[in-house]
């Protein structure tokens, strides 16, 4: 049963603009929340993340706002750039120490020129 | 930094062999290791939990006497598939994850099983 959703799988953008990637999750153990960015044939790198006791994280263009009770977080890149390009997953870890993650299934975010 | 490094980085390999993959954390310890298996435009799939100096801790699903898994320092993980067979193929990644409590993990660049 996947924990951890991400609903679109692709996404379209134009360089310059927001990119917005959403990500829906159903176990409330889950207390920290993590996006990966993965190009074709290579390992996920660790983009940003975000605990459960914030709302919001910063870091340059990327910003990740989480709602508890919606059980829902978001990626924002802006702006977007043509190196953004690959796909996107959501992770969640749960409030223990095994470090396990649930990912998503991943968005395959294409910016435009 | 947290670099995990993988090898190879691709292999082919002919029905009933085995493989051996090896996942390394170069800049740090990780008393944790997970190996991921993905299939084509598919997520990440959790196989097992590899933790040094003891057994792998495997998923649900997934055969252990297939995927042998050992974690034998604080900054080596190796998967051996064994008997191996063309539904094996697959992109095998491996991650680390840091001692400190961290909770990020940090994936190595992954290896191609392509079984023949």
């Known amino acids: 049963d996947q924990q951890v959703k991400q609903n679109s799988p692709s996404l379209s953008v134009q360089e310059g603009r927001i990119s917005i990637l959403n990500c829906d999750y159903t176990n409330s153990m889950f207390d920290y929340f993590l996006w990966y960015k993965k190009y074709p044939a290579e390992g996920p790198t660790f983009l940003i993340s975000i605990s459960s006791i914030k709302d919001k994280n910063e870091d340059g263009r990327f910003t990740v706002f989480l709602n508890k009770s919606a059980k829902h977080l978001s990626l924002h890149i802006v702006p977007s750039q043509p190196g953004d390009s690959a796909v996107y997953f959501c992770?969640?870890?749960?409030?223990?120490?095994?470090?396990?993650?649930?990912f998503g299934a991943g968005t395959t975010v294409t910016v435009r020129a | 930094g947290a670099v995990v490094s993988q090898h190879p980085s691709r292999v082919i390999c002919k029905s009933g062999t085995s493989v051996k993959i090896e996942c390394r954390s170069l800049?740090?310890?990780?008393?944790?290791m997970f190996w991921y298996r993905q299939f084509p435009k598919q997520s990440l799939m959790l196989m097992a939990t590899s933790n040094e100096g003891s057994k792998a801790t495997y998923e649900q699903g997934v055969e252990k006497d297939k995927f042998l898994i050992n974690h034998a320092s604080l900054t080596l993980s190796t998967l051996t598939v064994t008997s191996a067979h063309p539904e094996d193929s697959s992109f095998y990644i491996c991650s680390a994850g840091k001692l400190a409590g961290a909770y990020e993990q940090y994936f190595g660049p992954g290896t191609r099983l392509t079984v023949t």
């Open positions: 992770a969640a870890n749960p409030a223990s120490s095994d470090y396990k993650l649930s």
């Open positions: 800049d740090f310890q990780a008393t944790t």
